[in-house]
């Protein structure tokens, strides 16, 4: 009795996160480790507040990746992203998993299809080629978002 009793408190604990869409519910983040490595660090990093770079080789050709999931799709004040990106997030457009793995796989397309606009475009030319590898990154990147403060200010 005592372990469902616990497993019911971290399952309600959790419904908040996964109705948002914020956590991670088909990837594995030690996969998706493996694919920013394999294909994201020419590009992008992961580096913290105080600039401490957990992941990546400090590029800097696309934006930082630290707390993208939940965050306003377009809203790295020190990124010049597309006007199309932008647009998206001033409409409200969050990175949660659905958009997330949508935009990698056909960035350019996926930016068209929600802006409903054939000339909308992106700066990301790189695609990821396997669903799961966009689930596995989106589940990798989740790792360095606060969930918990992302689905606060989302109430």
Known sequence: MK?????????????????????????DAAAGEEQFNRQCVACHIVADGEGNVLAGRNARTGPNQY???????????????????????????????????????DPTGWIREKLEDRRARGR??????????????YAYLATFSDLDAEEAAAD
């Open 124 to 137: 990301m030319a790189y695609q990821v080629r396997a669903e799961q590898d966009a689930y596995d990154l």
């Open 3 to 27: 372990k469902f009793t616990i497993a019911a408190a971290l399952a309600v604990l959790a419904a908040p996160a996964f109705a948002e869409g914020l956590a991670p519910t088909l990837g």
């Open 67 to 105: 707390g993208l999931v939940g965050a306003v799709i377009g809203s790295d004040e020190d990124f010049n992203y597309s006007d199309s990106l932008t647009a998206l997030g001033e409409a409200g457009e969050i990175w949660n998993e659905e958009n997330f793995v949508g935009y990698v796989q």
